[in-house]
């Protein structure tokens, strides 16, 4: 058994502990957003030797960062528009994120079907492909290869056969894209920042040569002091720079995307596949996980509050038709479909025409004097990019000196991970649940298994989600520390009121506050149902 280490938890008590006295502190840097940029700048602040502070105001990676199509690539179609530093640079961090959390980002491959009058030719694909494998120094998991009209259909029985010309396979990589939020706010935490979930910022402003910014979180209310500010708001930075700086001028163009989950095998596919849409102009992903298939995502400017983005009847609709012209005699009934989320691009305008060719790109940029860095658009890909150049603008106005290049253990990482090190037998789980726990988990599966008792796998995730990865709440839980919502089989009242007490006795919840909480997640449960019923 690997060794253990020493954690520190971090729950929300240990949250509630510190922020008692956080009104005593004088920050060099707080940031206001608590996803992947937030969490990403909280552990580069932190790396660079500031006192920092990180305020989210719900659960950490519950706006765009949970919501992506949960790829680490470098967008292959963006090449058809030229930008090639962005995919370079997107490249190079899928590979460095497949070495060091190979438990969060895997392998996958994908298959780009060909077919006659397509508005890409297999000579522009090919192409693409090859600068594809270039740009990330042929380091990718396998080299694109042509793919023959007889070999396309044993990896996709059931994909429609007329007009077909094969097709090209590549590999990409997909990830727990909340999780590693999550354990990026937790390694800042463990490094001594103060770190907080549902805690809200009420106001800010300028007192001479800080700012104070004032915090709420539960009933009670305080004001701190900092250096400096980053604003890592994504979809929400027009509406929280808008209050904070009356000259600001909305610079985010936002575009919505709705991914589907459906729970069935009928597809029989044995590789993840993309979709053309709208006459080939944008792609859709079809991606094997969690036992199930995950596609999207739409593409449509949004111009409502982010806090009221979610998927309608219409735009799962949309996701049907293109599968259904790819899949022409699969049964894509209701019942299949086993739930759907929305999220916002956080885009910087540029005058593209049309949502699919706005750039990637990101944009950092300080205001106020200085005194507030801001963080827009970008790709979760490139996460670490975007903190370090963050956090090295806003040392650079405080008059420090900043780290130029990423460092090395930028990334959450809890060691090497091989399936060796699984346990033969376990009291309680299965050798599947124990496969699970530590191909979800790497090395901290032992930490788990040591520290918590349960009566099956998610018990034991829940009491871990509980002690170190500040959950809150069911929603929390079921949502966006494991893939239970995408499994409705697990999503049933009774199971849910069964981990409702677990939650109940570690969280001190009134009968009440359980009741509440199983009634949320309830009606969430019902409101997928009520969408899909399209």
């Not at 205001?367 to 990019?385: A, E, F, P, S």
């Not at 006795?505 to 149902?529: F, I, P, T, Y």
Request: charged share 25%.
């Amino acid at each position: 058994m690997l060794p253990q280490k020493n954690r520190i938890p971090f729950s929300q008590k240990s949250q509630d502990d510190k922020f008692k006295n956080c009104d005593q502190e004088i920050y060099d840097i707080c940031i206001v957003g608590g996803g992947i940029n937030g969490a990403g700048s909280a552990f580069e602040s932190l790396r660079s030797g500031c006192k920092t502070l990180l305020v989210e105001k719900s659960d950490f990676a519950s706006g765009t960062s949970s919501k992506s199509s949960r790829l680490v690539h470098g967008g292959l179609r963006y090449l058809e528009q030229f930008e090639f530093k962005l995919v370079f640079e997107a490249l190079k961090e899928r590979t460095y994120l497949l070495k060091k959390i190979p438990h969060l980002v895997k392998p996958i491959e994908f298959v780009l079907p060909l077919y006659k009058g397509d508005r890409v030719s297999a000579f522009k694909l090919r192409a693409g492909l090859f600068l594809y494998d270039l740009f990330c120094g042929f380091r990718a998991p396998h080299f694109h290869q042509r793919v023959s009209v007889s070999k396309l259909f044993q990896f996709f029985p059931k994909l429609k056969r007329r007009n077909s010309l094969g097709g090209f396979l590549y590999s990409d990589a997909m990830m727990e894209d909340d999780r590693i939020v999550v354990d990026l706010a937790r390694r800042s935490h463990e490094l001594g920042g103060d770190i907080f979930s549902y805690t809200e910022v009420l106001e800010a402003e300028q007192k001479n040569d800080v700012l104070e910014v004032t915090l709420k979180r539960g009933s009670e209310i305080k004001k701190i002091k900092t250096q400096h500010l980053i604003s890592a708001l994504g979809p929400w930075t027009d509406i929280f720079m808008s209050q904070l700086d009356s000259t600001w001028v909305p610079r985010l163009k936002p575009t919505k995307g709705v991914h589907v989950f459906f729970k069935t095998q009928a597809f029989q596919m044995k590789k993840a596949l993309v979709m053309g849409a709208d006459n080939q102009k944008r792609i859709l992903f079809v991606i094997p996980r969690n036992e199930g298939i995950l596609v999207g995502t739409t593409d449509t400017h949004f111009s409502d509050s982010p806090d009221s983005v979610k998927s309608e009847a219409a735009d799962v609709d949309y996701i049907l038709k293109v599968l259904k012209d790819y899949f022409p005699d699969i049964d894509l009934s209701s019942p299949s479909w086993v739930s759907t989320y929305a999220g916002v691009r956080p885009l910087v305008s540029d005058g593209a025409s049309s949502e699919s060719k706005i750039s990637r790109n990101h944009v950092i940029e300080s205001h106020l004097n200085n005194q507030v860095t801001v963080i827009m658009g970008g790709k979760y890909t490139t996460y670490r990019v975007m903190c370090q150049e963050a956090v090295s603008k806003a040392l650079k106005n405080m008059g420090l000196s900043s780290k130029e290049k990423i460092s090395d253990t930028f990334t959450p990482h809890f060691g090497e991970f091989d399936n060796s090190v699984i346990p033969s037998d376990h009291p309680v789980l299965s050798q599947s649940d124990l496969k699970q726990l530590f191909q979800r988990r790497g090395d901290e599966a032992h930490t788990i298994l040591t520290e918590f008792k349960g009566q099956g796998l998610w018990e034991y995730e829940a009491q871990f989600a509980i002690e170190y990865e500040a959950v809150k709440s069911l929603k929390d839980f079921y949502l966006r520390r494991t893939p239970l919502f995408d499994q409705q089989h697990l999503c049933d009242q009774a199971s849910i009121e069964n981990m409702g007490r677990l939650f109940q006795s570690k969280l001190g919840w009134s009968d009440n506050q359980l009741q509440a909480e199983v009634e949320s997640l309830m009606a969430a449960v019902q409101e997928q149902k009520e969408i899909l019923s399209v």
